[in-house]
């Protein structure tokens, strides 16, 4: 079966430290991946798009790769701080009409 | 420049009551979705739109219905609302459909008792 999985259990992390989540596949081919933050109350935000081609994107603080191999993108929030603390998604683009699937979400917890 | 606005924010239905959820975006995107996040799962597609006069299906249409009249407005309408349907329902929209981000609105809650 086709499914997504990102760690259910919440992440401590101490300010300051990197932060590394992780989202895994199977029986999909997805052509692009992508992050996004949610906040308690509030709908997602987009992050950050990563293509099947691409091993690495950065933006400021923020880097995810993309192993097709592996079925498995990692992302990693460098120098973490309180305000990051929030629930992070991924979703894969697939099919033809390129819709998203979405993970569950891991809720990332930066302690002061 | 609002985004995308939903309304209610809340709202109490009662078991076979109907009701609309309204959605709203000023970005003149063509695409519209609409998804239900329920507690430890991931969000689902409900409906979606690729623009004014044109919407398909996504993964869990079952008891819902939509219309896309104009680029701006994507109304779901429950029909004989039942308590499977308590969730919480956002709306996106977004440029296009391939490697494109999407927009989100802040979210309806809805519970049916």
């Known amino acids: 079966s086709q499914k997504i999985e990102q760690n259910s259990e919440a992440l401590n992390i101490q300010e300051g430290k990197t932060a590394t989540l992780t989202c895994n596949y199977t029986?999909?081919?997805?052509?692009?991946l992508q992050w996004y933050r949610q906040d308690p109350g509030r709908g997602p935000v987009f992050l950050l798009l990563?293509?099947?081609n691409e091993k690495e994107k950065r933006k400021e603080r923020l880097k995810v790769t993309f192993d097709t191999t592996l079925k498995q993108s990692l992302f990693h929030i460098t120098a973490s701080q309180p305000a990051d603390s929030a629930t992070y998604l991924c979703?894969?683009?697939?099919?033809?009409?390129?819709?998203?699937?979405w993970g569950a979400g891991t809720k990332l917890i930066i302690k002061p | 420049n609002a985004g995308v606005t939903q309304t209610p924010k809340f709202h109490i239905l009662k078991i076979g009551q109907s009701m609309t959820l309204q959605c709203t975006q000023d970005?003149?995107?063509?695409?519209m979705y609409w998804y239900r996040q329920d507690p430890g799962m991931g969000l689902k597609l409900i409906y979606y739109?690729?623009?004014?006069?044109?919407?398909d299906k996504g993964e869990v249409p079952n008891g819902y219905n939509v219309s896309r009249s104009t680029t701006e407005d994507f109304p779901l309408r429950l029909e004989l609302a039942a308590p499977s349907q308590t969730s919480v329902y956002f709306c996106?929209?977004?440029?296009?459909?391939?490697?494109?981000?999407?927009?989100f609105g802040p979210g309806t809650r809805l519970t049916v008792t």
């Open positions: 979703a894969l683009e697939v099919g033809s009409n390129y819709q998203l699937i």
């Open positions: 029986n999909y081919s997805p052509a692009y």
């Open positions: 990563i293509r099947e």
């Open positions: 970005m003149n995107h063509n695409y």
């Open positions: 739109s690729v623009g004014a006069g044109i919407t």
């Open positions: 996106a929209s977004s440029q296009d459909k391939r490697a494109y981000e999407q927009y």
